[in-house]
C-alpha cells in the first residue's frame, strides 16, 4: 500500500479518480475503421462464442458483454461482430496506463482499461481533480482515439460509481458533503461488488435503494447477509471505504516497459521535427528506465499517420540499455526503415520493453571504449535535473525546441 503524503494537500477533497475506458474492446477494434460510425458493433468470437464488448450503439438494441453471439445475431441481425486482437488491446492499455503515470505515480490498476490514480501531489503542477479528470480524457482522445469517463471522490468506491454515471466520455466529481445525496437513490445493485445475486437477495428483503440500505441498522444487516458483508454493504452505502490506493501495473499486463508518445501540435513530415522529437521522447524513458533502476533490449516506435493509421517497429539490441543516446539511436534507424520521407505523421512514440534490473544485467566491454562515456553522462544530468529542474540540462538537439 502506497501512503501519499496528505499534509500539503488536505484541500483537495477529491483525490481518488477512477479512470474508465468506455466500451474498450469495441472502440479500439473500430477506431480505424470509420465505416462503421453508427453501426452496432461487437467484439467476440465465433457463432457459439459470447460478447466481449459491445459498443454503444449495439447497446441499444439490448447487446450486452457476455451474452451469446447466437442471441446477439437474433437481437440485431445487422451487427458487425469483430474478432478480438488481444495484441492492439494490451498495446493501447499500456499507452493509456503511460498516460496515467505521467500525472501520478500513485496509480492502482484493476483491468486493462481502468484505474485508480491518487492526485493529491499532482494538484500544484496540474490543477485540481476536475482540470485532471479532463487533462486525462483529452490526452486520451488525441493519442489514443478512444474516449474514456472520469470519477473524482474521497473514496474508491464512490469514484468507481461516477465514472459509471458520467458514461460516455464524461466527468463527474462527488464532493463529500454531496456523497449520501449521490449515493441514496441509486440501486443497490448500483453498489461496487453487488452482483446479481446480492442484489436479488437485497430485494427480497426489501432493500431496493442504497437509501434503504443505508438506513437499515447494521446489526439486522450483519444477521440477514452474514457479519463481513452486512458490515460492508452498510459501509458503502454511506461512503466509506478505502481512500488510499494500491500502486500496481495491472494484472493483465504481460510484461515489464517504459514508453512515452507525443501528439504534434500539427501534422508534419519534416525528419528533423520528429528526430528532435525521437530525441526527447527517448530521454524521457531513459531517465525513467534510470530511476527505477531497470534495463532493456527491445526498443520500440509507435507512429500514427495523420489518417489516424497506427504502426509499431522494434528492434532488439545486443545488450540490454538504459542510455538516452542508444535508445534514441535505435528509434531513428527503425524510423528511416520505414522510408516515410514525404508522409505525415500526428504521433510518434518510443518504448523500451522486456524491462530487467539494472543490477542483474551484464554489459560487454569493448576494446578501447573510453573509462567515462554516455551512461556516466546520463548519470550527471540525473543529477542535475533532480537538483535544478527538468530543463536543467538538455540534449544540443533540443536547444531552442519546444
Not at 449495439?58 to 486482437?85: K, N
Not at 542508444?326 to 505523421?345: F, N, P, T
Not at 571504449?369 to 533532480?386: F, I, N, Y
Request: glycine share 8%; hydrophobic share 40%; net charge positive.
Amino acid at each position: 500500500m502506497v501512503t501519499p503524503d496528505r499534509t500539503a494537500y488536505d484541500h483537495i477533497r477529491t483525490p481518488i479518480l477512477h479512470v474508465d475506458m468506455d466500451a474498450f474492446y469495441a472502440s479500439v477494434a473500430t477506431r480505424d475503421r470509420p465505416e462503421l460510425a453508427g453501426r452496432p458493433v461487437v467484439v467476440g468470437g465465433g457463432s457459439r462464442g459470447v460478447v466481449l464488448a459491445a459498443n454503444y450503439v449495439a447497446r441499444q438494441f439490448g447487446l450486452r458483454s457476455a451474452m451469446p453471439m447466437t442471441r446477439v445475431r437474433r437481437l440485431c441481425p445487422d451487427v458487425v461482430v469483430l474478432a478480438p486482437d488481444f495484441e492492439s488491446f494490451t498495446s493501447v492499455s499500456r499507452s493509456v496506463m503511460e498516460v496515467f503515470r505521467a500525472v501520478t505515480p500513485v496509480v492502482e490498476a484493476i483491468s486493462l482499461d481502468e484505474a485508480f490514480l491518487d492526485v493529491r501531489g499532482s494538484a500544484r503542477r496540474l490543477g485540481g481533480p476536475a482540470e485532471i479528470a479532463e487533462w486525462l480524457r483529452s490526452t486520451i482522445h488525441d493519442e489514443q482515439a478512444i474516449s474514456c469517463s472520469v470519477g473524482a471522490a474521497r473514496t474508491v468506491s464512490v469514484a468507481k460509481l461516477a465514472s459509471r454515471r458520467a458514461k460516455p466520455d464524461g466527468v463527474l466529481v462527488v464532493d463529500p458533503a454531496e456523497v449520501t445525496s449521490f449515493l441514496h437513490p441509486l440501486d443497490v445493485g448500483e453498489l461496487w461488488g453487488v452482483g446479481e445475486k446480492t442484489r436479488a437477495q437485497l430485494h427480497r428483503l426489501g432493500l431496493m435503494s442504497v437509501g434503504d440500505l443505508a438506513h437499515t441498522p447494521v446489526e439486522t444487516l450483519r444477521r440477514a447477509l452474514g457479519p463481513h458483508l452486512g458490515q460492508h454493504l452498510h459501509d458503502l452505502a454511506w461512503g466509506h471505504d478505502r481512500e488510499e490506493l494500491a500502486v500496481r501495473a495491472g494484472p493483465h499486463e504481460p510484461e515489464r516497459s517504459m514508453g512515452a508518445d507525443e501528439t504534434f501540435g500539427r501534422d508534419t513530415d519534416d525528419r528533423e521535427v520528429i528526430v528532435r522529437e525521437l530525441m526527447r521522447l527517448s530521454a524521457k524513458v531513459a531517465a525513467r528506465m534510470r530511476a527505477a533502476s531497470v534495463v532493456g533490449r527491445t526498443i520500440t516506435i509507435r507512429i500514427r499517420f495523420a489518417d489516424f493509421t497506427t504502426i509499431t517497429r522494434s528492434r532488439t539490441l545486443p545488450e540490454a540499455t538504459d542510455v538516452t543516446v542508444e535508445i534514441h539511436r535505435a528509434a531513428i534507424r527503425l524510423y528511416d526503415a520505414l522510408g516515410l520521407q514525404r508522409a505525415r505523421l500526428r504521433l510518434v512514440g518510443v518504448r523500451v520493453e522486456g524491462l530487467v534490473p539494472r543490477a542483474g544485467a551484464q554489459r560487454q566491454l569493448v576494446l578501447g571504449e573510453r573509462e567515462h562515456g554516455w551512461p556516466e553522462a546520463d548519470r550527471a544530468v540525473d543529477r542535475a535535473t533532480r537538483r535544478f529542474g527538468s530543463a536543467a540540462v538538455r540534449p544540443g538537439s533540443l536547444i531552442g525546441g519546444r
